[in-house]
């Protein structure tokens, strides 16, 4: 086996990380089997979800993978990086003999129906194991996205891709979803999450099933509840802001989207709605600004170069106005969006 490199970093371990790390001071539990106690993350997420349709026959599935890694996974106080990867391959194999894959899908419940289980939903199943275990693995968040890190009694780390059951350094997240510096500096990405924060991920998640459903005033209350446990959540910032302007309540939709901007500026969505606002406001150069921000970190999509042709037919440029609608028809055509 080749050698991994743990990463270091100048900081404390995560609470837990999460409670984990301390309870490994005292001997661990041996379970003989699971039967949902204690609960776990992967069943607040559950409870969470039950007004949307999950299932009592939901929670034996995730008590059935608990218990099954529990049979196959060996509490220890301190792991190699060796262990480590062993553990994590460990889970890897326990949700696909189960049947498990990767697929978009927002909510837990629905995933475990389905069989399809998304970045985040598998975090939650990865910890729900962890929680019970005892194994020192916390989430982290990027833009749209969630990963694991597994802590060492030293402070250093591996960061485990869920989604592609391999090892990725932070470099890989930073270059492949485009942070920007000031989002890591501000602790919106990159951060190893408490458990209140990675709750808050769920919210926004349920928040944006409603939103897909066209029932944006109850989607508001869910991002509300998220932003309330993440503070820094660019993405419920950049929800809000969608489902309010979707609701007409402009202002406040303005507030929230400069907000999530000023934390995230490479969401090329937050750019496009601001240039929406501004260009209902009449404000042609400042809905310009956005709309060409949006084009810049998203070309494949259509959408803004369509409104730039608007803002040109109000400026009485009849000639750019063509321009900019035929860029908008062969981007629409060339990849669909």
């Known amino acids: 086996m080749n050698t991994v490199i743990r990463i270091i970093k100048p900081f404390i371990l995560p609470a837990l990380v999460w409670v984990l790390v301390s309870a490994s001071r005292v001997p661990l539990p041996v379970y003989a089997q699971y039967n949902g106690k204690p609960e776990t993350i992967a069943h607040d997420f559950l409870d969470l979800e039950k007004e949307l349709g999950a299932a009592r026959d939901q929670y034996p599935a995730v008590n059935a993978l608990i218990g099954k890694a529990v049979g196959k996974i060996s509490s220890r106080q301190n792991h190699t990086t060796e262990q480590a990867i062993v553990v994590l391959r460990t889970i890897v194999s326990i949700l696909a003999d189960e049947g498990y894959r990767f697929g978009k899908n927002l909510l837990l ?19 729900a194991i962890a929680e019970v275990i005892k194994i020192p693995i916390v989430p982290v968040y990027a833009p749209d996205h969630s990963f694991i890190r597994f802590f060492f009694d030293d402070g250093t780390y591996i960061n ?108 090329a969505g937050t750019h496009n709605t601001l240039g929406d606002i501004y260009l209902d406001r009449n404000e042609l150069e400042k809905a310009l600004g956005e709309f060409n921000a949006s084009i810049k970190l998203d070309p494949a999509n259509y959408v803004p170069y369509n409104s730039i042709a608007i803002i040109m037919k109000r400026k009485g440029d009849g000639r750019k106005a063509l321009i900019w609608q035929e860029k908008s028809r062969r981007v629409k055509e060339r990849y669909g969006k």
Request: glycine share 8%; net charge neutral; with cysteine.
């Open 109 to 127: 419940g629905v995933g475990l129906e389905k069989k399809t289980i998304d970045c985040d939903n598998y975090c939650a199943l990865y910890i």
């Open 160 to 267: 485990w891709e869920t989604t592609q059951a391999e090892i990725r350094p932070d470099s890989y997240y930073i270059k492949t979803l485009r942070i920007p510096p000031e989002s890591i500096r501000d602790g919106v990405y990159m951060k190893t999450l408490s458990r209140k924060e990675f709750i808050a991920v769920e919210y926004n998640n349920i928040g944006a099933h409603i939103m897909k459903g066209g029932k944006y005033a109850g989607a508001v209350a869910y991002f509300s509840e998220a932003i309330g446990r993440y503070p820094v959540f660019s993405s419920a910032y950049h929800n809000r802001g969608s489902s309010l302007y979707a609701l007409g309540r402009s202002d406040e939709a303005l507030t929230d989207l400069l907000r999530a901007n000023g934390l995230d500026p490479s969401r």
